[in-house]
């Protein structure tokens, strides 16, 4: 074994070394092949997906001295030979993180008329790029649109956006993308296999999965699995090593979220952890393994990149899933990411994420209940015009009649009788504001025509409330959808005291009539 790490060791050295992005390879091999190079090349990608090296590569393919183009870089004349060992005084490597200052790009453009010393072609390589300084990049500018024939530049940038764009049209653009898993496998199983090391494939997918379509990554965590080449290793050992859970917990877990059994849930987690899973790391796979199933339940299990034992296991239980359990699910835990790093009880989170996964939807049951109890209700207080003997036939036809107008309607009876789920929905929508009314003790106070008074007991709920459009919003539309009808809201801090009797009678359409008359005096109270 090499004291050398694995990822420089094996770092490729052509362009058919080089594996995910063929549609980079095939073009400039055919530039260098065709002679016909552009002077400034901008690649782009997450890290690890092979930039530099492809940099280098190209470095090497330009003043490679082999006579067949196609063969090019050879990494047997003495170019490429300096290229690989790093003594080549025609390849510039600049790090834009530490060298991003304007002196920095002056002191460049000074000496990039100088002809070659030993090649044909002087390369100058900057890495991160995106962390140039406007003035540096102003500066680079002017060289970069009009360079000496003998120059080329490559750009490295993992964040294209920040690159102005006056750089980016005087280069020409290339998109890194991210491996696929498979490709990663293969190429760990070919480096185990030349270091000697045994490893099962399924610790290689697991390998290749934390890397995240990386590379690099990929191969330094193989360098990390590897303390005894003599040693074979399970997929056990790479679990514990990497710090991540047994895939059979994952998939027990979502499988608790499925069945809504929190009960196994919380066992699955607190057994995950005693094994010496890290929180972290056990969240972010249980947020992978969801969008999995999400992704099989919504387009299919070909959208996966997983082994064929787990696509499997994802089919099955996809079929039972419901599409809105698996976003809920993904919220939930996604969410709780950002809390377990930050808590101080690293798992408490994600077991009120099971939590939450796993209680009944409220948002699905709350407009089914409401609907049928406000049609019964205006039935009993509606008057019904006298009946004589002879129409006593044609009586019940008209009930039927009236059963549309009360729909529009609105009693502080019915917001009482849906407020729950009112509150519910809130809940669904924001769960910042479901504890907001729920700590505020906010109720229904009163109706008029169509607005919906809502009574806080504390003025900086109120003002929390009117400060915000958004959660207005989000309590108009929740309160209209449990009514079935549109209302506005409007928030008051009450005195400590709910809901009197005397509002409820006003909403009695009989009671409402004989005050209108004069039957019956009602003293007028403040608030309307």
């Not at 140039?132 to 964040?159: C, M, N, R, Y």
Request: hydrophobic fraction near 40%; charge should be negative.
């Amino acid at each position: 074994m090499s004291d050398q790490a694995l990822y420089l060791k094996w770092r490729p050295r052509g362009f058919d070394e080089v594996i995910g992005q063929t549609h980079i390879t095939r073009t400039l091999r055919n530039a260098v092949v065709q002679d016909r190079l552009r002077h400034a090349y901008l690649f782009n990608g997450p890290r690890g997906t092979g930039k530099t090296t492809m940099a280098r590569i190209l470095a090497k393919a330009v003043n490679c001295l082999h006579p067949d183009r196609q063969a090019r870089p050879c990494n047997e004349c003495r170019n490429c030979v300096a290229i690989n060992e790093g003594r080549f005084l025609d390849l510039i490597e600049i790090d834009a993180a530490s060298n991003n200052g304007v002196d920095d790009v002056r002191d460049l453009r000074e000496k990039v008329a100088f002809a070659p010393a030993e090649g044909r072609y002087k390369v100058y390589i900057v890495d991160e790029v995106h962390r140039f300084s406007g003035a540096a990049f102003d500066a680079l500018l002017k060289t970069l649109e009009e360079p000496p024939p003998h120059v080329i530049f490559v750009l490295a940038t993992t964040e294209l956006d920040k690159v102005p764009p006056t750089i980016r049209s005087r280069s020409l653009t290339f998109e890194f993308r991210r491996v696929s898993l498979n490709d990663v496998v293969e190429r760990l199983a070919k480096i185990a296999a030349a270091e000697g090391v045994q490893i099962d494939r399924a610790a290689l997918e697991l390998v290749a999965q934390q890397g995240t379509g990386s590379v690099r990554d990929s191969i330094s965590l193989l360098d990390q699995l590897i303390a005894a080449p003599s040693e074979r290793i399970t997929l056990e050992m790479a679990e514990q090593m990497l710090g991540t859970a047994n895939s059979r917990l994952v998939s027990r877990l979502a499988q608790a979220i499925l069945d809504s059994d929190p009960t196994d849930g919380l066992d699955v987690i607190a057994t995950a952890i005693a094994e010496g899973a890290d929180p972290s790391q056990f969240g972010r796979q249980i947020v992978e393994y969801l969008r999995q199933l999400l992704l099989t339940h919504v387009g299919g299990a070909h959208l996966v990149e997983t082994s064929e034992e787990r696509r499997a296991v994802l089919k099955q239980q996809a079929a039972k899933a419901s599409r809105e359990l698996l976003l809920r699910a993904i919220r939930a835990f996604n969410n709780a990411l950002s809390e377990v790093r930050s808590g101080w009880q690293p798992q408490l989170p994600l077991e009120l994420a099971l939590i939450e996964s796993t209680r009944p939807l409220p948002a699905e049951s709350a407009p089914a209940a409401s609907a049928p109890a406000a049609v019964p209700r205006p039935a009993k207080p509606i008057p019904q015009p006298p009946s004589t003997p002879d129409s006593e036939d044609e009586e019940p036809a008209a009930v039927p009649v009236a059963t549309p107008q009360p729909s529009a309607a609105i009693t502080l009876t019915k917001v009482l009788a849906v407020w729950k789920n009112v509150v519910a929905r809130v809940r669904q929508e924001s769960l910042p504001l479901g504890a907001l009314l729920e700590k505020a003790g906010a109720e229904p106070y009163r109706v008029k025509e169509r607005q919906v008074t809502i009574a806080v007991k504390e003025a900086w709920a109120k003002k929390n409330m009117d400060g915000d459009p958004a959660k207005q919003q989000i309590l108009t539309k929740a309160l209209s959808n449990a009514l079935g009808t549109p209302v506005s809201v409007k928030v008051i801090v009450s005195d400590g005291a709910s809901s009197t009797e005397h509002d409820i009678m006003l909403d009695d359409p009989i009671l409402e009539d004989q005050i209108k008359t004069g039957a019956i005096a009602v003293e007028e109270t403040e608030g309307d």
